[in-house]
């Protein structure tokens, strides 16, 4: 989990569905009369609610997690396993089925019939029906787990692969050159190693490097574990959730063999012509940035957003205490290989004091010629933002619920712009299914994608979408 915030300076604000499509934001801090009723479903007058789809049963007592897409299928993670849902009619999305495999977080990424899923908590061993062990006993197991989804009601645990510090979050990428349509890499993020753990010893200043033959994924095996931080990472910097002891998130751009990572301390660029040994080309730190939790880029590659996860995800930092530049989004160009700083967003609506309020997984609204992310923050629903002008983005859509009636954490994991509609994985709701419709974002509708894992991004056109490969 580990994730946080917002930026903006104003009170949460409702508009009636009723109301003109131009947003006008309040300016006032929130009050008790601003927050929504517990559950309840609240947006600007261009956002949709579409539907929401509970979580199975036997995920039902688990949160939710990433999603990954492939034709009209969603993959949705869950602590206890995953589901398939069916979207080719997003008003009526179906449970196809579901696993009961539990280990978290169970990132998720899908290449055709593969499904792979990230486990980084320590087990009794590698399979559905292990149970929480320490990873101080030396047999603990902690990795990837490979499932074959070609029958999509009965997907099939295949292989497992054990990583040092396990599976916080996996990333998909594509083989290079002659390997292109034959293997995909695995970059594997795990961190917070510990002497006491045999698998997981410091500094670990590095990532796992998985590769699978496509057409013989039960070889899959570690390649390589080349070390990101060859002279140690930000450990020192006050204010830091925790030190740089590895990765938390990375994302590729790989027909430009660029990845930007999110490294708990350190946000880094890298050239990952050499599949098997990236290499850093840019490091930035920022003294407001307290766990460097995720990155997108934007269509063009010259621009990338790292999320903060201040308060680790459970902490209610959407409010005028925190205040607008601790737990944003960091919104950099990149000018000859340098990241230059521009700006700073967090969504413009304060939440309640029991709201987990987090900048979280967003990815990008595919319209040529503008830089639009959608993106999760927990308890603070879903925003809409364009920051084709990086110095001054702007929330132009949101969707949220007021405060988890259970009273405690809860919100949207994930929100993703799939082929037309915003997909959002709620920790305790289920699916939720939006529609935007703005003249910014409406040229979108245009792209499809045959597949979209967010963090191994591929270019879009204007009115035909090109498929991940």
């Given at each position: 989990m580990l994730s946080p915030l917002r930026k903006g300076l104003?009170?949460?604000?409702?508009?009636?569905?009723?109301?003109?499509?131009?947003?006008?934001?309040?300016?006032?801090?929130?009050?008790?009369?601003d927050i929504p009723a517990p559950g309840q479903v609240v947006t600007s007058a261009n956002v949709t609610h579409v539907t929401n789809v509970p979580k199975p049963a036997g995920l039902e007592n688990t949160?939710?997690?990433?999603?990954?897409?492939?034709?009209?299928?969603?993959?949705?993670?869950?602590?206890?396993?995953?589901?398939?849902?069916d979207i080719r009619d997003?008003?009526?999305?179906?449970?196809?089925?579901?696993?009961?495999?539990?280990?978290?977080?169970?990132?998720?990424?899908?290449?055709?019939?593969?499904?792979?899923?990230?486990?980084?908590?320590?087990?009794?061993?590698?399979?559905?029906?292990?149970?929480?062990?320490s990873a101080s006993i030396k047999e603990s197991w902690e990795g990837v787990r490979i499932f074959d989804i070609s029958d999509k009601r009965n997907p099939k645990y295949i292989k497992s692969v054990e990583t040092n510090c396990g599976s916080h979050t996996l990333t998909q990428v594509p083989g290079r050159g002659r390997d292109r349509n034959k293997v995909v890499y695995l970059y594997v993020s795990s961190y917070s190693p510990n002497a006491t753990f045999p698998d997981c010893q410091p500094p670990h200043d590095k990532i796992s490097v998985i590769k699978v033959p496509l057409?013989?994924?039960?070889?899959?095996?570690?390649?390589?574990?080349?070390?990101?931080?060859?002279?140690?990472?930000?450990?020192?910097?006050?204010?830091?959730?925790?030190?740089?002891?590895?990765?938390?998130d990375i994302t590729v751009y790989a027909e430009r063999d660029i990845a930007a990572g999110a490294c708990m301390g350190d946000g880094v660029l890298l050239d990952i012509s050499n599949r098997e040994n990236p290499v850093i080309t840019a490091r930035v730190t920022d003294p407001n940035f307290a766990f460097w939790h995720s990155a997108t880029f934007n269509n063009e590659g010259n621009k990338v957003i790292f999320t903060d996860e201040l308060g680790g995800g459970g902490a209610a930092t959407c409010n005028e205490a925190t205040g607008p530049n601790r737990g944003a989004d960091a919104i950099f160009d990149i000018r000859r290989g340098r990241l230059v700083f521009k700006s700073y967003y967090k969504i413009p609506r304060y939440q309640g004091p029991t709201e987990n309020c987090v900048a979280h997984n967003g990815s990008l609204v595919p319209v040529k010629g503008r830089d639009i992310l959608v993106q999760a923050w927990y308890q603070g629903g879903v925003s809409v933002v364009d920051f084709t002008d990086s110095a001054h983005p702007k929330e132009i859509g949101f969707f949220e619920?007021?405060?988890?009636?259970?009273?405690?954490?809860?919100?949207?994991?994930?929100?993703?712009?799939?082929?037309?509609?915003?997909?959002?994985?709620?920790?305790?709701?289920?699916?939720?299914?939006?529609?935007?419709?703005?003249?910014?974002?409406?040229?979108?509708?245009w792209v499809r994608f045959d597949r979209l894992n967010v963090q191994t991004q591929s270019s879009y056109g204007g009115w035909l979408g090109l498929a991940e490969e």
């Open positions: 104003t009170g949460r604000f409702l508009i009636a569905a009723a109301a003109a499509a131009a947003l006008v934001l309040a300016t006032v801090p929130a009050q008790a009369s949160i939710n997690t990433d999603i990954a897409f492939q034709g009209d299928y969603a993959y949705v993670g869950n602590y206890g396993g995953f589901s398939i849902y997003p008003k009526h999305v179906k449970v196809v089925s579901s696993v009961v495999c539990p280990g978290s977080q169970m990132d998720v990424t899908v290449h055709d019939n593969l499904l792979f899923t990230a486990v980084d908590s320590s087990r009794t061993d590698d399979s559905c029906n292990s149970t929480a062990q057409r013989r994924p039960t070889e899959a095996a570690v390649v390589s574990t080349p070390v990101i931080f060859p002279d140690g990472g930000n450990e020192t910097q006050p204010g830091l959730l925790l030190p740089t002891t590895g990765c938390h619920r007021g405060p988890d009636p259970s009273g405690g954490s809860g919100g949207i994991w994930s929100a993703y712009y799939y082929n037309g509609h915003i997909y959002g994985s709620d920790f305790n709701f289920g699916l939720d299914v939006l529609r935007v419709n703005d003249r910014r974002t409406d040229p979108a509708r």
